[in-house]
Nanobody, 123 residues
Framework: VQLQASGGGLVQAGGSLRLSCTASGRSFSSFGMGWFRQGPGKEREFVAAISWEEGPTLYSDSATGRFTISRDIAQKTVYLQMNSLKPEDTAVYSC?????????????????WGQGTQVTVSS
């Protein structure tokens, strides 16, 4: 599975961005997808995940109410709509795919990772 993330950029606090992650390789509908981020000097942290059935979703506390994860199976793409961005959201955001077993926020459950896309939120 190859993953390609895009959509990052520079935005002012309170603004919005939509990240995209396009998959190639095995059947996109058969595995769950997650978004993670790593800020400067910080550990990688979970942001959001969506199951292969486009049913269950999971969000970190910081993402709840501001971010929305969705997927377009036909386009083999998962999205992360980020609203009301804050300077503390500044990070490199990466998408990941699991092994077909719901992994939620469990990082070791994601063997496939795309390159990151930089999100910078200015105050």
């Amino acid at each position: 599975v190859q993953l390609q993330a895009s959509g990052g950029g520079l935005v002012q606090a309170g603004g919005s961005l939509r990240l995209s992650c396009t998959a190639s390789g095995r059947s996109f509908s058969s595995f769950g997808m997650g978004w993670f981020r790593q800020g400067p000097g910080k550990e990688r942290e979970f942001v959001a995940a969506i199951s292969w059935e486009e049913g269950p979703t999971l969000y970190s506390d910081s993402a709840t109410g501001r971010f929305t994860i969705s997927r377009d199976i036909a386009q083999k793409t998962v999205y992360l709509q980020m609203n009301s961005l804050k300077p503390e959201d500044t990070a490199v955001y990466s998408c990941a795919a699991d092994r077909g077993v719901w992994s939620g926020s469990y990082v070791p459950g994601y063997p496939y990772w795309g390159q990151g896309t930089q999100v910078t939120v200015s105050s």
